[in-house]
């Protein structure tokens, strides 16, 4: 099992649709979770950051940690064409420095 | 968020050559760097982590004497792969992260460099 689980999609929802994107992951030792969008041949660029259980809202974006379950989510509101890009879930926690990310899943938004 | 330069954005280099690329963060001195490598269809993975004036710690499976990691100063690293072949094409992003003040918390990534080996 690897250690984060992210469906790669592509995810094609229309214009305006609430998107949901999430992650699983196996190692209760993480703490950090981030959320980052990545364009095409671009680095990645950092949208949510949380740490341990909860939520966090930041414009049309809304991130949820279920340290329980084992189980994150971003939630964009109001999806706009310009939001088509790769979403990666990125972790890090028991000591180590470096993240752990998932494969990212592709999203289109259809105009 | 910090700005973090990465150079080049794409390179191509003949097989057994030394290919170097170079991390800057540009309004925040970053106490450590990362670097990452990803392949088509698959995950981030990290490669490397290093501080500012000590040696890298290279991640399982990496090889030290093949992917060259020098943090000089605060503000830069490099990333040298040293007779490149075929297999080592890849996209390659740095990673910086401070120790305070802008910068620090999680780390911001360069814009990455695509290898090609030929």
């Known amino acids: 099992q690897k250690e984060v689980e992210q469906d790669p999609g592509p995810l094609s929802v229309p214009e305006g649709a609430i998107v949901s994107l999430n992650c699983t992951y196996s190692n209760s030792a993480f703490q950090y979770f981030m959320w980052y969008r990545q364009y095409s041949r671009k680095g990645p660029e950092l949208l949510m950051y949380?740490?341990?259980?909860g939520n966090k809202e930041d414009g049309r974006f809304t991130a949820q940690v279920d340290k329980s379950s084992k189980y994150i989510s971003l939630f964009i509101r109001d999806s706009q064409p310009s939001d088509s890009a790769t979403y990666l879930c990125?972790?890090?926690?028991?000591?180590?420095?470096?993240?752990?990310f998932g494969k990212g899943t592709h999203l289109i938004i259809q105009p | 968020g910090a700005v973090v330069s990465q150079h080049p954005s794409w390179v191509i280099c003949k097989s057994g050559t030394s290919v170097k690329i170079e991390c800057r963060s540009l309004d925040f001195q970053a106490t450590t760097m990362f670097w990452y490598r990803q392949f088509p269809k698959q995950s981030l993975m990290l490669m490397a982590t290093?501080?500012?004036?000590?040696?890298?710690?290279?991640e399982q499976g990496v090889e030290k004497d093949k992917f060259l990691i020098n943090h000089a100063s605060l503000t830069l690293s490099t990333l040298t792969v040293t007779s490149a072949h075929p297999e080592d094409s890849s996209f390659y992003t740095c990673s910086a992260r401070g120790g305070g003040g802008r910068g620090s918390g999680e780390a911001f990534f360069g814009q990455g460099t695509r290898l090609t080996v030929v």
């Open positions: 990125a972790m890090r926690g028991g000591g180590a420095d470096g993240l752990t």
């Open positions: 290093s501080n500012e004036g000590s040696k890298a710690t290279y």
């Open positions: 949380t740490y341990s259980s």
